[in-house]
């Protein structure tokens, strides 16, 4: 089952938040995501966080786990956790960039945390999809014009089908860019991580 997780960066449009509502089972709010989805006339299923940034706004949603402002985790990791103890371990996250850096890198270091969970997470906004790939075959849609790849681990070998640029057991080391901007030849190509985990972007300027 999958579930649709809007936190509290920038605001998603409202044409995406409509769409990834649509193909999700459940429907979480964190924090001033509550907003960006009421504001939208999508139902919140779960509203999870400290609501700080609500001003008194009455909540309205199935379940309300309402946490203190002085806590160990994010409102986004709650709210990812909570949807793990649904079930829900196929998660969308809108709203995970911002004007903080160091809140939109804490949301792409979720990824790992949810994989080692036993959960997938794909973080998205209109231009941008982003997931974590670990050892496996991964079939890619030609949604976004650019395929990146940026090891997350010390080294990843990877392969590449029917991609601009094709590599056969390419072995990356963290902190080189060159997975930077490679392009699918068809609507669909084929990435390979044999070792080593990475970050992949399917991205459109």
């Keep these: 089952m999958g579930s649709l997780i809007v936190t509290g960066g920038t605001r998603p449009p409202v044409f995406l938040l409509e769409e990834e509502a649509k193909r999700a089972d459940l429907i979480i709010a964190s924090d001033r995501g509550y907003n960006y989805l009421t504001d939208a006339g999508i139902a919140v299923d779960i509203a999870v966080g400290d609501f700080d940034s609500l001003l008194g706004e009455e909540l309205k949603a199935g379940e309300i786990y309402r946490h203190k402002s002085e806590k160990d985790e994010t409102d986004t990791e709650l709210a990812l956790s909570v949807a793990l103890e649904k079930g829900h371990g196929e998660m969308t996250l809108l709203g995970a960039w911002g004007s903080r850096w160091d809140h939109s890198l804490a949301n792409i270091f979720l990824l790992e945390q949810i994989q080692e969970k036993g959960g997938r997470l794909t973080i998205k906004d209109e231009n941008n999809v982003l997931f974590l790939a670990a050892p496996g075959s991964y079939t890619l849609e030609k949604d976004k014009t650019y395929v990146s790849l940026l090891p997350l681990s010390p080294w990843v070998e990877y392969s590449t089908e029917n991609f601009a640029y094709e590599v056969h057991h390419l072995r ?34």
């Excluded at 392009?183 to 970050?199: D, K």
């Design 172 to 205: 990356l080391k963290r902190g080189t860019p060159r997975g930077v901007s490679n392009e699918l030849l068809g609507r669909r190509g084929r990435l390979t991580i044999h070792e080593g985990m990475a970050l992949v972007f399917q991205s459109q300027d």
